[in-house]
């Protein structure tokens, strides 16, 4: 994954605040980054760049060498559910499906013949082969996050973008969490970026990047 | 006070974050929308009023068997009404050629106050400019044809020589006495001291007329009414004829109905947009309790914010539906009368008050969960938040919504009908939801992945569904009764006043005239035309009991009381005819005397079944007892009586006969063959009085019409109230939907079919309810025939599926344009 010359500016009541400024980065396939840094620095504005949620003001990202903003909505989302998975801080699972449904759902928004099969076996992956027809709102945080999780890897992404997947677990449970991020990493090859602000998670990444005043610095 | 000032604070705080606008447009267009109903339906209701003066040509008449006393022309002057008097008697007009009965009529300049009269004259038929010029006189076309006169003839009338000068082809007051009306000679007033025919003794009728602002007329007629002397009597508009009161009482339900259906739809936007405010307002209430506002503060602290806006969002819609209401009068043109009054006070009240206090009744038991809300609630969400409301909870909002309701109808049993409407669809709606979803939930393994999100919502949503169904459910029927079920009930209505009713009224018929002219009609293709016999008689006793006017404190029963009665006899029952109390006597009844009476002017004189009524009738008195009540069909414009006889009882008194029938257009030289072969008889022409009533019941329809239109934008913001209350729910799911990979027709897929189910649910259970109702309306309150209409169904659950689908598309559509972050990042 490359990113180019990357800014994106947002209008506030008196002028422009710029909260990233022409920046690069390239990621190589396979590799764990964590991008760490101060509250409001950018971290979860430049996440959601390089997975296509957002526009930027300028620049561009490429992912296994496709334009992502060269293409329109529907094409972005059809190259993320082909190649990247997404853990959110707040789980946003879908609260109308079971956990069963919420990781069968991107299988079946890609069409996958046998979404039920292979949704059941990542469940299972997770620990939380018990719980399937449980809804969101009868599972605990962690639990929540395992079925994010499950979803994530479920179309076995090339990319896996989490944006604080822990910020809303306690740390035993975070561990945990992080383990089974790291496991499944391992076990798909998947390329990993996350945004934390936990050190000892980051530390676990092969590479640290700082976002400081709109740009990256290895850390 | 300090709280007062912080809510104050506070509003405006929230107003600047978005808050509340949502929950201020709903309840301004709410309030807008009803006052502008109200505005308009006050200005139009005075309009019908006025419309209906024209019958009179007054808004008030003064009429009395003498000069009427001096005092009360004076007091009308004083207060700023405009008095013209006119005179009315019967006389030869005579011409070289003949001679004619006619009825004629003096009139001075102002005549007449409410209308205008139509005159033909060189130029065609013209509105009227003021009244024949002194030495001048109009005639109707058929005092014109009978002493074969054209303009610029001359006749005689008493002493005076007089110049025909244009045809009279409508006076708006001639339906004034139907039966005693012989040709029409009008002439102007200052010429009735040359024709020498006012003697004492002479049959003259006085009557002059007023006009003036309605509050003044009211005030002047109470006033004057206690000091009327015998012979003198006051009429208003809505005092004569029984056919035009029915049409004013009518037109005025129907205009309720589409006001009560408005004020329905905002309450149903108003519980929507109150429940998304508590859920918006659970955090910042938790907070609050968190540093330290006790549960009272902070209930107070919402409820003066809550009367702001209540306040501040109802002036602003009563200004929104005083504009309304202009913007309306202007399009309605020449629909309605040429000017409305300008619009009463009261709606401006009445808009406040519903917006307040619909507000405050719906929103109080949110703030009370409001307030309940822990402290422990910023920490831990998995507490839950507060509980949902139960029916039981919005007591207080029903409570309001029927009160106002019974206001609004003016009379209980149309408020209750409309409230056993509403709480039916409220049942029906939550029952055919839960049994529907209930049916649905399984199929939710068996389909795609769209419909399954969409089925997975609706059962996940199974409260707020359910309540999405009840509010769109309610807007359907509202729409749907306003549009179909009133088509067919004004159809209905409109076809009881068939093309071809009676048009010519015959009197005057001599007992040994029935049989010929019987045979002349027969002749004549009418053989259908029934003569009845009609006897005058005055009401001396009730049960032995002498009545006279001072008995009676409703004014119609004092003149019922004081004038002559035509009384009739027969064996059969007219078919338009209907027994409400007792039995009619049928062929073969004993022979006793017995009275039938009409049930309105029973209840208007209180006589009650198995009472005895003494009539005089050319000086012999006849008792009998009343044996049946009658509902008697006065649209029907049969001939019809008051009281009826057995045959035994009457049938040896002088009578004279009548007789309707229908001519159709063209034919009136069968009219002038009757007359020369029955010089005697005097023909009614009801045609132009028949025209009169059925273009002011057009006028109603049209009127409702437009109500209507204000009543469906009503409707359209409950239905959008309804899909905006989970709008951002869904735009939040739509964007995690675009993150997992959903291409935009999948998600706008997903979206409708919870929306089409929605919509089909809304939509049946609308046609159920405005069927049922329909029914209701049609046999229990218009009484008019029931017909079932098909299309009531094809078209609720179609516009069900499309408004809902069309509004929930256009609701949600910005997160198909919108990158998926930014919508989680406004709404997360």
Known sequence: ?219 | MNLLRLSWRMLLREWRAGELHALSFALLIAVGGVSAVGFFTDRVNQALTTEASQLLAADLVLAADHEVNQELITEARRRGLTPVRILTFPSMVVTAAGNQLAEIKAVAPGYPLRGKLRIQSGEGEQDAEGIPEPGKVWLDPRLLAQLNLAPGDSLSLGNARLQVAAVLSFEPDRGGGMFSIAPRLMMNAQDLPATALIQPGSRIGYRTLLAGQPREIAAYRAWATPRLSRGERIEGVSDGRPEIRSALERGGKFLNLAALTSLILAAVAIVLSARRFLERHLDGCAVMRCVGASQAQVFRLYLYQFLWLGVLASLAGCLLGYGAQWVLARQLGGLVAADLPAPSWVPLAYGLLTGVATLLGFALPFLQRLKRVPPLWVLRRELGGPQRLGLAGFAAGIAVLLALLLWQAGEIRLGLYILAGLVSVVMVALLLTHALIRLLAPLRRGVGVTWRYGLANLVRRRHASASQVMALGLGLTALLILTLVRGDLLHSWQSTLPQHAPNRFVINIQPDQVQPLQDFLGNHGMASAALFPMVRGRLLAINDRTVSAADFVDDRAKRLVEREFNLSWAEQLQNDNQIVAGRWWGKNHDGSAQWSVEEGIAKNLGIRLGDKLTYQVAGQNFSATVTSLRKVDWDSFHVNFFVIATPALLQDSPASHITAFYLPAGEEALLNGMVKAFPNLTVIDVAALMNQVRAMMERIAATVEFVFLFTLAAGLMALYAAISATREERMVEAAIMRTLGASGRQLLLSQLAEFILIGLLAGTVAALAATGLGYVLATQVFHLPYQFNPWLWVISLASGVLGVTLAGWLGTRGVLRQPPLQTLGRLC
Not at chain 1, 50 to 69: K, Y
Not at chain 1, 83 to 102: D, I, K, R, W, Y
Not at chain 1, 129 to 144: D, F, I, V, W
Not at chain 1, 158 to 184: C, H, M, Q, V, Y
């Open chain 1, 1 to 219: 994954m490359q990113a180019s010359r990357l800014s994106r500016q947002v209008p506030v009541n008196d002028g422009v605040l710029t909260i990233l400024h022409h920046l690069d980065l390239e990621i190589a396939s396979g590799e764990s980054v964590a991008i760490i840094g101060a509250s409001g620095s950018g971290k979860s504005t430049l996440l959601g760049l390089l997975a296509g949620l957002d526009l930027p003001t300028s620049g561009e990202v490429r992912i296994n060498g496709e334009n992502l903003f060269a293409l329109d909505e529907d094409g972005r989302a059809a190259l993320r559910g082909r190649l990247v998975g997404f853990v959110f801080q707040s789980f946003q699972l879908l609260p109308a499906l079971t956990a069963l449904e919420n990781v069968m759902l991107p299988l079946e928004l890609a069409g996958a013949a046998s979404a039920r099969e292979m949704a059941l076996s990542v469940l299972q992956r997770v620990g939380l082969g018990e719980r399937l027809s449980h809804y969101p709102k009868h599972l605990s945080g962690g639990e929540q996050q395992r079925v994010a999780i499950a979803r994530a890897f479920a179309t076995q992404p090339k990319l896996l973008l989490a944006d604080e997947p822990t910020g809303n677990l306690d740390s035993a449970t975070g561990a945990r969490i992080i383990d089974l991020l790291f496991e499944l990493n391992r076990e798909q090859g998947t390329t990993l970026v996350l945004v934390t602000h936990d050190a000892e998670l980051a530390a676990r990444c092969g590479r640290r990047l700082r976002l400081v005043d709109g740009h990256l610095v290895e850390s």
